[in-house]
């Protein structure tokens, strides 16, 4: 086999697996730990990919009172339909609404929080997907397409025009923020664990720090249950291992 084709062949894996990127961090400082708003998201994302709608309200209404302006939870319930689908996201949405509404009869006035910006880069949305996950897998995306996107190409251009291009451009939320939205749905629906390695390895190329993802699996045993976040423990050790 070539040197260009195995050098391919190892790009493709790393986008699929996510197995390339920054050195783990192993040592966490109080700076290193998931803050209230991190924690927040992970809870949001959670409860809402699970429909666990009277838990969800609860951690909306915290998150709101730890900081978390509308537009960001906003973003976060929308950003999940891409890993959770439609019923889910438009669910949560609802449940936001009520839970606004009844901070707002009770004399509290959210921070809404910016918008996101226009977007300007007139290059067409899947040439500005490749680029935005290049800098998510920190490989280049010039090997050979994996057979399910051989086998079905517009999966291809959706995941790239769409997920990476039309979401991950809006800037209302961070890269790790998004991320760890990404995180906390795949670990909660379980049974996707080479989806989980790969973000989880881009979790880490975007900032997280290993003891922040180690406190989200704990999380995840209070969120969703203790097989879950032992699957995600599993996970977390085999990715930090693969970096070493």
Same mark, same amino acid.
């Given at each position: 086999?070539?040197?260009?084709?195995?050098?391919?062949?190892?790009?493709?894996?790393?986008? #699929?697996?996510?197995?390339?990127?920054? *050195?783990?961090?192993?040592? /966490?400082?109080?700076?290193?730990?998931?803050?209230?708003? %991190?924690?927040?998201?992970? &809870?949001?994302?959670?409860?809402?990919?699970?429909? &666990?709608?009277?838990?969800?309200?609860? /951690?909306?209404?915290?998150?709101?009172?730890?900081?978390?302006?509308?537009?960001?939870?906003?973003?976060?319930? !929308?950003?999940?339909?891409?890993?959770?689908?439609?019923?889910?996201?438009?669910?949560?949405?609802?449940?936001? #609404?009520?839970?606004?509404?009844?901070?707002?009869?009770?004399?509290?006035?959210?921070?809404?929080?910016?918008?996101?910006? *226009?977007?300007?880069?007139?290059?067409?949305?899947?040439?500005?997907?490749? +680029?935005?996950? +290049?800098?998510?897998?920190?490989?280049?995306?010039?090997?050979?397409?994996?057979?399910? %996107?051989?086998?079905? *190409?517009?999966?291809?251009?959706?995941?790239?025009?769409?997920?990476?291009?039309? #979401?991950?451009?809006?800037?209302?939320?961070?890269? /790790?923020?998004? +991320?760890?939205?990404?995180?906390?749905?795949?670990?909660?629906?379980?049974?996707?664990? *080479?989806?989980?390695?790969?973000?989880?390895?881009?979790?880490?190329?975007?900032?997280?720090?290993?003891? %922040?993802?180690?406190?989200?699996?704990?999380?995840?045993?209070?969120?969703?249950?203790?097989?879950?976040?032992?699957?995600?423990?599993?996970?977390?050790?085999? !990715?930090?291992?693969?970096?070493?």
């Amino acid at each position: 086999m070539g040197k260009e084709r195995m050098k391919s062949i190892v790009c493709l894996f790393c986008c #699929l697996a996510g197995l390339q990127g920054l *050195p783990a961090q192993t040592e /966490a400082g109080p700076s290193e730990l998931l803050d209230e708003k %991190q924690k927040s998201i992970v &809870k949001i994302a959670s409860f809402t990919a699970q429909g &666990k709608m009277e838990e969800l309200s609860v /951690a909306l209404d915290h998150g709101l009172d730890e900081g978390l302006t509308v537009n960001e939870i906003k973003e976060v319930l !929308v950003h999940l339909y891409a890993y959770s689908g439609f019923p889910r996201s438009i669910r949560g949405l609802q449940t936001f #609404l009520e839970v606004i509404e009844k901070r707002k009869e009770q004399g509290i006035q959210d921070d809404w929080g910016k918008e996101a910006s *226009p977007i300007v880069d007139s290059r067409s949305k899947y040439d500005r997907g490749i +680029e935005t996950l +290049e800098e998510l897998v920190l490989a280049k995306m010039d090997g050979p397409k994996p057979a399910y %996107q051989q086998f079905s *190409p517009e999966m291809d251009v959706f995941l790239k025009e769409h997920l990476f291009a039309d #979401l991950f451009e809006r800037d209302v939320l961070t890269y /790790a923020q998004r +991320e760890l939205t990404t995180i906390s749905v795949i670990a909660s629906l379980g049974n996707l664990d *080479p989806m989980l390695r790969g973000h989880m390895n881009i979790s880490l190329n975007v900032g997280l720090t290993a003891a %922040q993802l180690e406190e989200f699996v704990k999380l995840i045993e209070v969120t969703a249950d203790q097989e879950k976040a032992d699957d995600a423990h599993n996970v977390l050790e085999a !990715v930090l291992a693969a970096r070493e």
